[in-house]
């Protein structure tokens, strides 16, 4: 994620919470480290230099809000620059290189996979709790000089700004 390229990742994301899973699947279009859009079947989310957008296409709303201090971003685990987290363990395991960390300002523990030889992300573990955690496996990650995202038309959907 360290590349001056443009990727995009097939993400599939399994939430464990409250004894129920939610599964999702959506692409990842990584501009840089500032902006980058996460587009499913049902929702969209926009992150511009610290400014948010999520489109909820079933709801037909559209929420704009700001990033918050000292949130946990994926984009910042990928690319190893949150120097909150704390490298616990470093193993090779049938899946790849894995990576134990712990983010003590998050009680949160977590683990990520990657493929030895080149680095390339391949899963990420967050453990909230015994019963709750997140898995995300990337199934494909390809890499451009640059590409389009696809447009998503949202006049007529329901406005709610939160910027204040």
């Known amino acids: 994620m ?16 409250f004894g129920k899973q939610y599964d999702t699947n959506g692409k990842l279009y990584f501009i840089n480290d500032e902006k980058y ?5 049902n929702q969209r989310i926009s992150y511009d230099r610290g400014s948010l957008e999520t489109i ?10 700001r990033d ?8 910042n685990l990928l690319s190893g620059r949150d120097n909150r987290i704390e490298i616990t363990n470093e ?3 049938k899946f790849g290189n894995r990576i134990s960390f ?14 030895p ?9 967050l453990v909230l709790a015994v019963e709750e955690y997140m898995i995300l496996n990337i199934d494909s990650l390809e890499i451009y000089p640059n590409f389009e995202i696809p447009e998503f038309e949202i006049s007529g959907f329901e406005i709610i700004d939160l910027r204040e």
């Open 68 to 75: 918050i201090d000292n949130s946990l971003s994926i984009i």
């Open 91 to 93: 193993i090779l395991d």
């Open 56 to 65: 909820n296409k079933a709801t037909k709303q559209v929420i704009y809000d």
């Open 102 to 115: 712990f983010m003590n300002d998050w009680d949160l523990k977590g683990d990520i996979w990657t493929v």
């Open 2 to 17: 360290n590349a001056n390229k443009q990727s995009v990742l097939n993400i599939q994301i399994q939430q464990h919470q």
């Open 37 to 41: 859009i996460y587009d499913t079947k």
């Open 117 to 125: 030889s080149t680095g390339r992300p391949i899963k990420i573990k």
